[in-house]
């Protein structure tokens, strides 16, 4: 909680008396977080005469929590000189990011104007690959030599501190930049003065590859319980760290897009990471219109089951009436299946050895499900519209039929797709009614048949 | 990447040479996790043999990484005195969750074997309402007197530092323990020896409340890239911290709880916490029973709706073949906006100002869909079912009409329900299709009787 929050009418009422002491004494305590949330509720010139009463440091840490496309719109109505003095002092990656983002012959202005050194830095950050660790690193750590002493390495980080965003962790390296080690803060403050580095140091590190699968980096930063992951390439040098809060982002972007894939939109790599207002309406139905037209495809088969039992419907004109109740229930269980599934393998409770014990918890639970909604089902036919005792049989044991069906593809489609390696959550909610409906169709004529017809029912 | 992974065989052979100097010296350089990884993988006296032989600290942090499942086992099979010195070097928030899940006898034991303060300690964090910031806390923190100088600051943290997880920040509190001020332990290290801590400390603190709901915790510590939030009671007090790992872990479960409520599940604050395997199947079949009672009422409606359009059949008896198709398709495209609108508003893109832009750019997409669908269907239905081009034209209007309702109550009901303060993600894949099953059918019907009699068309 922040105490004394100013509000945004007091804040434009300092901007436009120009007290910039005031303001600046404001926002000095204040995170910078909750500054650039302030400046986002304000228009740009407004934000603008705020940004300008900070301390340069404090205003590039703003800029990096103020919305991506505030910071670009930000950015591209600054002069060049200027954007770059601000590009200097923000976090590597933050800025790399931005740069990414940038007009080409606007980013190039900039960068002309920044150090040999920081140009490179920008334009090899830059050059990852969407999705890899090395597109969400960044380069602002400490790194120490093995030789140093204590005393030494501790005078070291005293001076590269400020440019550094954290420093609780120093990476050791040898002369070509080999990781061989990582030493915490706390380490150094409790050691001897003059004791050695190499011999304090942590030598076995958790470690990930420059193209590493962002996803499998935050697992291992959660597994770990990291504040950091040191980023090595091919020839275990160290090129950049990705930090926890950078590891939560993803993780929320991750995650959520299981949710979408389990809606039924296919992932898209370039897509998935663009905020809801960022993607076009045209990628959106791209996405969506993929996985529509399969599920079409597969719903079509319902087509040919129905025209196969059409005679049924002669004698028995009533079944069809309770069709899209049977086959909606059926969904919906199968639904409920792979939801708990996908969740149960995203958060590595189900693992492969768990198969067929999934297989047979779950086929259980939808006889347990079956059995309650078959009664109601029976009941509701027979008491409430007014069926023969064998017809609201016969919707009971569909129901109970169904209901075990559905669990047992909506437990094992996900863990089939699994072992293959492909992302559970693309057996969407959507597929497995989808495949529910037509199995279902024939489940339940099959079911009136025996029971109406072979034993002579009524 | 750990170098030099030894191997399950390899460690037998060890364990049953008795080599606990090599076991020893090759786990020294290990991480805690890894260490449990591999002890999990053996049987409980090969692991308790490899936990003997580490170091009493290195071995409390082994443990922690245990499944649950395996520490609860572990505890309760050690005797009591040994239980005890173990929870004496565990971290403070793993031990009170462990000792809160043992037999009660059994806790009371160990207990009684440990110091006064640690037993408060225990019983204090074990007794706060799960889900709260209180019940994921740690009390392992270190605190500083603002009166303090720096170089005495660093002298008390230097003492203090191995009992600690982390003091990479300090915590300032006032003689009452009213939380006052936060010092990084970069800035002890670059601060005059001679400075006073209150001068240097930071005096605006993002804080959570003791009660506060967790999700809301991990927001926070998201929104701020904190890599712990102290946790204060109503007067201010000091009661906690929760840090980043912690924050993870809590963020995965739920994010992960949303696929299991997108997918019709229902939440229950006593079981979402709950591991699958750690789930009873009766807790399971409760969970799921509820939905699917209250979506078979629902689905109940297309029972009326169909009848009273039987009498359609008579003269266009194939409109029921295509009914499953249609209502399938509507209800796909349903629970592809559902997915996205949910991610949108739990990734933060999507706010109650956005209501009526939503509502536009989903309806929008739903008529692209539509459109795109709607002629695929009209040229399945002619061309490949055969049907007439006025039956077709019908089918084809039906999924425009159905994929645009879909789409736009696909947007509505999560807004509404966020609005109302809900979980978004209770408006599940299964209840949209349900929606969209009832009203499918008159739109269908409706549709066909204005093409097929109103217009003579054949």
Redesign the interface.
Known sequence: ???NPLLVPDLRELIQAGEAAALREFFA???P??VAEMIQDLDLAEGNAILEVLDPRVRAEVVSYLDFDRQIELVEKTAPADAAALLHLMSHDDRANLVKHLDEDHADEILRRLAHAEREDIRRLASYEPGTAGAVMTTDYATLSPHLTVREA?DQ??QE??DRE???YSYVVDINRKLIGLVP??KL??ARPTARIEDIM???I??ARVDEDQESVVRK???????AIPVVDPSDMLVGIVT??D???I???E???????????SSDPEADDE???QGR??S??RR??K???M??LA??F??PA??HF?WVEHDW?ML??????L???G???G??????I???L??G??TRRHFFRVLA?EW??GF??GA??GV??FC?AWLY?GQSPAVSAVIGLTILGICMWANLIGALVPMIAHRLGWDP?VV???AI??LV??TG?VLYYSIAILLLMKFHMQ
Chains 1, 2 share one sequence.
């Not at 069809?320 to 109740?325: D, E, K, S």
């Open positions: 909680m922040i105490r305590e204040s995170h977080a909750r501790l980080l005293r501190a400020p954290t420093i609780d803060l706390k403050i409790l942590r030598r076995e958790i470690t930063i959660a597994k770990f319980d990291l504040v926890h809060d590891a939560f982002d993780l929320r972007r995650q959520t897009e299981d949710i979408l894939a389990f809606g039924g939109v905020p809801y207002w309406v045209t959106s139905v969506r219109i996985w529509l037209l599920l079409f719903e079509n319902t087509y129905l025209r059409k004109p069809t009436l309770f069709l899209p109740l086959l909606g229930t969904g919906n269980a639904s409920q299946t792979v939801g708990t996908i969740r149960g995203a958060l409770e189900i918890r259980f639970v347990m499900l309650i909604l109601v089902a509701y519209r959550a969407s909610a959507p009614s989808t409906d037509a169709i």
